[in-house]
């Protein structure tokens, strides 16, 4: 049986390849083989001995450009044979597999016919035989085969030429490959470099944000320094007035020291000029003694000449007598005239003797005198020495005394406001006022309040003969000083205010005590009051300059009168303004329908602060011309935000004018005076209550007793700073309501009501309160609520029509 064998060559194997199939590819000559003829013997292969060449391993069906067929891979002796379908030809390419199929079976290659189907042995290195028409037929072929291989050869020129255009094509392919690799490395490169400058600009982002930050921190940190400076440059000034204030105080202790001192120094003189006087006079009064006793022994001698003398006349009268008796009695006459003899020689002696004690008393005299004076400028030198050795010995220790107890008192009022202030004790500051005219005049003028040359702390108060009392107060004011000295003093709880303290500032005294001159003061010379407001406003303009604090601030005006609260910011053009009531709150106590104005400078609350005044109350009686018949109350709500750090606070400064309490039998009031003494009287009794109650500890305080004590109940029952002022009167006339109210005054500053503390709130950062405390107000009708500048509210400054006096 006959197939046909397809023989062709192929360029890229360089080897010849035979394709067993019904149909011829491209490149291929067919050629017919028996069933019992070698393929070799066929194509004209040549004859080898070779064992490998012999074997049929050589036959193999190839289709070199097959896609998507199975490959199999057989090994006969060393060489391999491969399967491909073909590309065109059969459809189903297990046809080409079955042409080709190769098994090995002990070692021996059988081939399987696709004509029989039939397995064929072929031994190695043995050739079957073969008929003479087999020969022929392989002659033929051989012959034909050459044909062929010439054809080949041809083919082969051809190929190889079509081969090495395309070499070229693909060597041209490869350097455009290479280039195509060159530009992919550059652009690989390049997106590297693209990504490694995005990553550069990515952190030069960073950086430029980390800069903006710090400068922002930078900028934060230059206007912290500069209210650092500002508040510096305030506690410099506040330390140069303190040293100067200080040098002031020392110049006059000094000036105090030196008038003592000269004042020592007169009566010491005193004392010795006294001293050596007396002894002056004993020395005197016994030369005095020495010269009698001289004068005495003249006299005595000058009686004895005197009666010589007479005695001589009495004779010479005799003699005289007897001169007619001469001759009768001359011997009587001899004997006179030797007794005359006698005694004339004794007058001569005696004469003699006169003029050496004359002499003696003359000498005696000098050396007297010479001696007193001589001792009166030793003992005045040696006085004199001694006085001045003791004068600057007592100056020397009484200087170290000074200062030792200068030193005391500083380091003892020091702990003591430390104390006070953990403790949250009421500071009390004690003014006295002046002498006015009218008790310049008055029988009871003399001044009964004396006070400690070194010690601005305690004051003596002397109410009758004996009766001698001492009060200590955190600070006692001297009729002679101003309004800004006393301010100074309170400065420092009134800017901590500022800072979210609650503050309250009252005064308290008797009617004409200087109380209403203390807090508001003329508007030559302001009290507390106004320049309270001044420095609020100073010390807010700073804080928002620095750009880290904003600041509000709302002001409201009222009085107690007669038991009833009056709103003097109601400004309604009838005149009648209706009571309010206070109610209590979650905050506390607060007055229902109260008006509050938002103020924005120092103007604005003087100019409301005269509406208030014009809508006040006051009086006259016996005893103050211009008597407050009311309790005023103005009070300042601050509100701040910090920006730095979130946190926010609310305050309120309370500044309290208590009417003046009164004696009826002094004041001579009756009728509506009469009946708002008694109004004012028992509010400031329920407030002595409220005092004794916090002093005793009690559990139940009588806060609602009063309207009064019922305002006062915030600033009373702690987390307030509390400073009251007590004002006395220095005279006489008054010394027994100057005692009351000293002893209130001393009950107050007895009170403890806990350390104050700032009411203040965080609004970011992971610990942050979520809402600030709100005031204890709830406006709710027309005439309440907060009044904003955004609204211009214009209040009148017409002078009212005062009230009419019953």
Known sequence: MWRHVCVGKLVRERSTDVCVSGRRPSGTRRVLVRPTERVQDKIGAPATTSRRRRCVAKVAVRHHGAVGGPRERSRIGQRSVESRPRRT????????????????????????????GSYRRYVQGKKPSLSLSAVVSIETCMVLAQGEVEIAKAKEAQDNLALRQEVKTLTMRLHDAETSAAVDEVQKQLKKETKLRFQWEQKFKSLEEQHQALMIQVNDANRKHELDRHVAQGDVETYQNELAQSKAKLASEIQTISDNHAHELERVKHAMGMRHAQE???????HDKQLKALQTSENALLATVRALEADRLTQSAALADSATQLQAVQREAAQSTRRIKQ???????????????????????????AQMDQAKQAGIAEATAKMHAAVRAAVEEKDQLAQLYAQEMKARRQLHNRVMEMAGNIRVFCRIRPVSNVEVTSADSAQVVTFRPNDPHVLDLTVAEGQKHTFEFDYVFQPTTGQADVFEQTKALVVSAMDGFNVCIF?????????????????????????????????RDERVRSGNVECDMKLSILEVYNETIVDLLDDSPTGERKPLEVRMGKQGAYVENLMEVEVYSASDVDDLMKLGHSHRSVGSHDVNEHSSRSHLVVSITITSSHKLDGRKSLSKLHLIDLAGSERISKTAASGQRLKEAQHINRSLSALGDVIASLGGHSKHVPYRNSKLTFLLQESLSGNSKVLM??????????AWE?????????????????????????????????SVPKPAKAPSSKQGGTLTATEKVRVSLAPKSPKKDN
């Open 89 to 116: 030809g059969h459809s189903n390419a297990r046809q080409a597999h079955k042409c080709t199929t190769r098994h090995r079976v002990g070692g021996r290659a059988q081939a399987k016919s696709p004509a029989t």
């Open 280 to 286: 002056i006079d004993e020395l005197t009064r016994e």
């Open 343 to 369: 005694l004339e020689a004794s007058e001569t002696a005696n004469v003699k003797q006169i003029a050496s004690l004359q002499a003696e008393l003359d000498a005696l005299k000098t050396s007297v005198q």
């Open 507 to 539: 005064a308290y005294g008797q009617t004409g005590s200087g109380k209403t001159h203390t807090m508001e003061g003329p508007a030559t010379d302001r009290g507390v009051n106004f320049r309270a407001m001044d420095e609020l406003f100073r010390v």
């Open 725 to 734: 002022f007590v004002n006395v009167s220095p005279v006489q006339w008054n």
């Open 738 to 770: 100057s005692l009351c109210s000293l002893n209130f005054a001393q009950r107050c500053r007895n009170v403890a009501l806990g350390q104050a503390k700032a009411n203040t709130s965080i609004t970011n950062g992971p610990n942050a309160a979520t």
